[in-house]
T-cell receptor, first 113, second 115 residues
Framework: QKEVEQNSGPLSVPEGAIASLNCTYS??????FFWYRQYSGKSPELIMS????GDKEDGRFTAQLNKASQYVSLLIRDSQPSDSATYLC?????????????FGQGTILTVHP | DGGITQSPKYLFRKEGQNVTLSCEQN?????MYWYRQDPGQGLRLIYY???????QKGDIAEGYSVSREKKESFPLTVTSAQKNPTAFYLC??????????????FGDGTRLSIL
């Protein structure tokens, strides 16, 4: 089993629709969860962090976390063509040492007009 | 402007040659990281450093070396032992705030190719 698995893409949605990106992780010690967006040829940029079970909303983005199910998702409402990118899920184990982030393989999202 | 600067943006390596990728940050972050990304793949950790003069191997350290002589700088050397170095290399940094480790932020990356 991979440490972090994301829904296989590519995912294609029409403009204005909701895009749903899913991620499961194997390390039950994971405490912090990050979603990064990566445009083609560019470096990843952080778009959401979530630390507690439940939903966290930021503008058109909502992250959902269920630690019992080891599942984290990202919803993008009112999707725009500018949202077309690869989305990377990255859980991090707890603790006070920096350690490492483990990234999923990414889901390619295409929003078509 | 605070940030992470990687140079060069593009780099070409000849067979049997060592090359060094630069990563500098002015964010006063303690931790720095090097990742490799291959087409269609996620990021894989090469090395990371939590403090000056200390660093740890990541998942794919073979064929790479690093140093951390200054807090601001974490250069990565791709040695001739790395037989498949063509990839996108990303440097990141992180810091603790109120005891919580903050998300990593990335530089713009260096694309390395073999001549």
């Amino acid at each position: 089993q991979k440490e972090v698995e994301q829904n296989s893409g590519p995912l294609s949605v029409p403009e204005g629709a909701i895009a749903s990106l899913n991620c499961t992780y194997s390390d039950r010690g994971s405490q912090s969860f990050f979603w990064y967006r990566q445009y083609s040829g560019k470096s990843p940029e952080l778009i959401m962090s979530i630390y507690s079970n439940g939903d966290k909303e930021d503008g058109r983005f909502t992250a959902q976390l269920n630690k019992a199910s080891q599942y984290v998702s990202l919803l993008i409402r009112d999707s725009q063509p500018s949202d077309s990118a690869t989305y990377l899920c990255a859980p991090r184990a707890g603790g006070t040492s920096y350690g490492k982030l483990t990234f999923g393989q990414g889901t390619i999202l295409t929003v078509h007009p | 402007d605070g940030g992470i600067t990687q140079s060069p943006k593009y780099l070409f390596r000849k067979e049997g040659q060592n090359v060094t990728l630069s990563c500098e940050q002015n964010l006063n972050h303690d931790a720095m990281y090097w990742y490799r990304q291959d087409p269609g793949q996620g990021l894989r950790l090469i090395y990371y450093s939590q403090i000056v003069n200390d660093f740890q191997k990541g998942d794919i350290a073979e064929g790479y070396s690093v140093s951390r002589e200054k807090k601001e700088s974490f250069p990565l050397t791709v040695t001739s032992a790395q037989k498949n170095p063509t990839a996108f290399y990303l440097c990141a940094s992180s810091v603790k705030v109120s005891g919580r480790i903050q998300p990593q932020h990335f530089g713009d990356g260096t694309r390395l190719s073999i001549l």
